[in-house]
């Protein structure tokens, strides 16, 4: 048996109040504990503040610190810089090299990206510039995303001294325990954060599938999540009984899109409706946009309240240049039927494509204004290492940024960066107050969109 500290960095940049923990580590936690393992802890540093004594504290209870470096999905913001300096700390007390008391595992979705942009391989006592300015990094192995049994062999690899062998994938995901949502505080799970009280009832996130198969040009996600893959229905109705069991009330679904294969996300809805899994729960999910009138129907009984679309443009020449197909007026017909029967639309977009001018901006904006969203986020076109745009730069414009905004001052748009944000945020006023009687009309109706703590 070894004893195991999880930990969580905090984000390089605190962005939007977002719900949400790392559903990484859980998974990892109820696999390891599934193999004898102890897990002293699970620290999240996007949730409670920093002590360096407390960390200590914990680190001296264990034998292997697994360190999740993760990317923007999560809370929009990396947190390597925290996670680099973590690493530092365990160094400059535990000793360097072979001497050193503590195993060190770095774990997570941005270790597949760090490998790809500057040549990691998980090795043992490998030194390597992992991120900010390229500063050499001592860790035991760096393990890239996935939640398989790889990780009790490199934990059992560590620990005797032996050579890691090559992974195997995980072939059936129904495989993996539940994530251990023991380890989280009610704090944690009623929505509290380093700048934020609790204020939400008992909440949760699941995960019924990963990845997707649209192409996406913008797309991150593909560095981590090869393909798509899904848990059986059985298997998500089982979690979700589990959930139930343990008073859960507002869930987040975080796949990466649930309605990727819709046949099965109606199947899934409507079992969890026909057994009554769901009651009492208010659900959000994500769905880029391939919906119709019976999956919203399906969706309504089975207590869904909130779905995030990936709209990301209202131009056409724009949507092909995303690889997008959203047939927007029949998309807006829908968005209307969603409003109708109860649902909360969020519309997610994005401005800043190479061919982008203040005309198909202001088409966007028409756009949203003219559809019933009751939130919206926009966003500047962003080329994220790991998605497709990124590797379209040549590698001197990429240079060791990991990401670069698309804007004038990086030869990507005619806008300069601080214009498109002032867009965004002359935008956004203008949608809230346009919409603030609507939605309160709306909450009056159906409630809000999550319960609330009383």
């Known amino acids: 048996m070894v004893d195991i500290l999880l930990v969580y960095p905090a984000p390089d940049e605190f962005k939007e109040r977002r719900f949400g923990f790392s559903l990484d580590l859980l998974y990892l936690a109820a696999i390891l504990k599934k193999a004898g393992h102890r897990i002293v802890n699970y620290l999240d540093y996007s949730i409670e503040v920093f002590d360096l004594e407390k960390f200590y504290y914990h680190t001296d209870k264990a034998e292997v610190v697994i360190i999740e470096f993760d990317s923007f999905p999560l809370k929009r913001a990396i947190n390597i810089q925290h996670g680099e300096s973590l690493v530092r700390e365990i160094i400059k007390r535990y000793g360097s090299g072979c001497k050193r008391k503590k195993k060190i595992i770095l774990f997570g979705n941005d270790i597949a990206i760090i490998k790809s942009f500057l040549g990691v391989q998980g090795a043992i006592f490998q030194k390597s510039p992992l991120a900010a300015g390229g500063k050499e990094l001592e860790f035991d192995y760096a393990l890239a995303g996935g939640y398989s049994n790889?990780?009790?062999?490199?934990?059992?690899?560590?620990?005797?001294?032996?050579?890691?062998?090559?992974?195997?994938?995980?072939?059936?995901?129904?495989?993996?325990?539940?994530?251990?949502?023991?380890?989280?505080?009610?704090?944690?799970?009623?929505?509290?954060?380093?700048?934020?009280?609790?204020?939400?009832?008992?909440?949760?996130?699941?995960?019924?599938?990963?990845?997707?198969?649209?192409?996406?040009?913008?797309?991150?996600?593909?560095?981590?999540?090869?393909?798509?893959?899904?848990?059986?229905?059985?298997?998500?109705?089982?979690?979700?009984?589990?959930?139930?069991?343990?008073?859960?009330?507002?869930?987040?679904?975080?796949?990466?899109?649930?309605?990727?294969?819709?046949?099965?996300?109606?199947?899934?809805?409507?079992?969890?409706?026909?057994?009554?899994?769901?009651?009492?729960?208010?659900?959000?999910?994500?769905?880029?946009?391939?919906?119709?009138?019976?999956?919203?129907?399906?969706?309504?009984?089975?207590?869904?309240?909130?779905?995030?679309?990936?709209?990301?443009?209202?131009?056409?020449?724009?949507?092909?240049?995303?690889?997008?197909?959203?047939?927007?007026?029949?998309?807006?017909?829908?968005?209307?039927?969603?409003?109708?029967?109860?649902?909360?639309?969020?519309?997610?977009?994005?401005?800043?494509?190479?061919?982008?001018?203040?005309?198909?901006?202001?088409?966007?904006?028409?756009?949203?204004?003219?559809?019933?969203?009751?939130?919206?986020?926009?966003?500047?076109?962003d080329y994220m290492a790991g998605s497709e745009l990124y590797e379209s730069l040549p590698p001197e414009k990429r240079g060791i940024s990991r990401h670069l905004f698309a804007c004038k001052e990086n030869g990507l748009n005619e806008f300069p960066l601080e214009v498109l944000k002032g867009k965004i945020k002359n935008f956004k006023a203008e949608f809230q107050r346009l919409g603030e009687r609507r939605l309160k009309e709306k909450i009056s109706r159906y409630g809000p969109p999550y319960y609330l703590l009383r």
């Open 150 to 381: 790889n990780i009790n062999t490199v934990v059992e690899s560590l620990m005797t001294g032996t050579p890691v062998p090559e992974f195997q994938p995980l072939d059936d995901l129904d495989q993996l325990p539940f994530p251990d949502r023991s380890l989280l505080t009610l704090y944690a799970e009623q929505g509290g954060a380093v700048d934020q009280k609790p204020g939400l009832q008992k909440s949760t996130l699941i995960r019924t599938s990963t990845g997707c198969l649209n192409d996406c040009i913008f797309c991150q996600r593909k560095a981590w999540h090869q393909g798509y893959r899904a848990h059986s229905i059985p298997y998500v109705l089982r979690e979700f009984s589990e959930l139930k069991k343990h008073h859960y009330r507002n869930i987040w679904i975080t796949d990466d899109n649930f309605t990727f294969d819709l046949k099965r996300a109606k199947s899934l809805l409507k079992e969890l409706s026909n057994r009554d899994l769901t009651g009492g729960m208010k659900i959000a999910l994500s769905s880029w946009n391939r919906i119709d009138e019976e999956f919203l129907e399906t969706a309504k009984k089975a207590h869904i309240s909130i779905i995030s679309f990936g709209v990301e443009t209202a131009n056409q020449e724009i949507q092909r240049f995303y690889r997008k197909e959203i047939p927007l007026n029949r998309f807006r017909e829908l968005i209307r039927y969603a409003d109708r029967i109860g649902f909360y639309a969020v519309g997610n977009f994005i401005i800043g494509a190479p061919m982008e001018t203040e005309a198909t901006i202001k088409e966007t904006f028409d756009y949203i204004l003219n559809t019933p969203f009751d939130q919206v986020n926009v966003k500047i076109l």
